[in-house]
């Protein structure tokens, strides 16, 4: 943990800094609290992976399927039951059950 005096330092540091360079410094200190994967995705590089034909199709198809169904997703409780899991199940219950028990199939795609 930090000692009082370089929250103190670093107090004193802020108010030495000009008016124009503490929204910077702001958004600095608010960039190191984030959690580590916030920061992570706040400093991947971009997705520069190109767009593939199979990709459009694929996109087109699953928005023609929203379309067909309202806009709705397949509710959590019915992919869950897909999967063999009872709702209220926690992640430490899935762990103690995998060791017990083989793996569950491969859950089947959602219906076009």
Do not use: Y
């Amino acid at each position: 943990m930090i000692g009082v005096s370089e929250k103190q330092h670093a107090h004193e540091l802020i108010e030495r800094l000009p008016e124009s360079q503490l929204a910077t410094a702001v958004r600095f200190l608010e960039f190191m609290l984030l959690d580590p994967v916030a920061r992570a995705l706040a400093t991947a590089p971009p997705d520069d992976e190109p767009v593939t034909e199979e990709d459009r199709r694929r996109l087109h198809e699953g928005q023609a399927w929203f379309a067909r169904r309202g806009g709705q997703g397949i509710p959590m409780e019915d992919v869950l039951a897909e999967c063999g899991v009872k709702p209220g199940t926690t992640q430490s219950d899935l762990k103690l059950s995998s060791r017990n028990t083989a793996a569950p199939a491969t859950p089947r795609q959602a219906p076009r």
